[in-house]
């Protein structure tokens, strides 16, 4: 089954799916800057564009580019920002 998902007015859309690896969404992020809560560990891989990232217990943004990716512990929250449409994979473990 896919699920559809939408978040911010429509600025952030993906797609979800499960696997036998677990659960996992697809989508793309419009420019903007957006809080993000997390209920399980997730794994963040940036697709294509590139967007910057301030992850829980930092203070420093970091840039993360296509090919990159970034993980982030279950129940906390982290923030993007983006200047272009980037397109991201993230998998919930």
Partial sequence: MI????????KVKSL???????KSTV????PGEYTFGTAQKEIMHVIEGE???LLPGTTDWQSIK???NFEV????SFKVKTSVQ???LCQYR
Avoid: H, K, M, R
């Fill in 27 to 30: 989508g793309v992020i419009n």
């Fill in 66 to 68: 296509a090919g990159s």
């Fill in 3 to 10: 699920t559809e998902n939408q978040y911010f007015d429509g």
């Fill in 73 to 76: 512990p279950a129940n906390s």
């Fill in 86 to 88: 980037t397109a991201y």
């Fill in 51 to 53: 967007l910057t990232a």
């Fill in 16 to 22: 979800g799916y499960e696997t036998a690896e677990g």
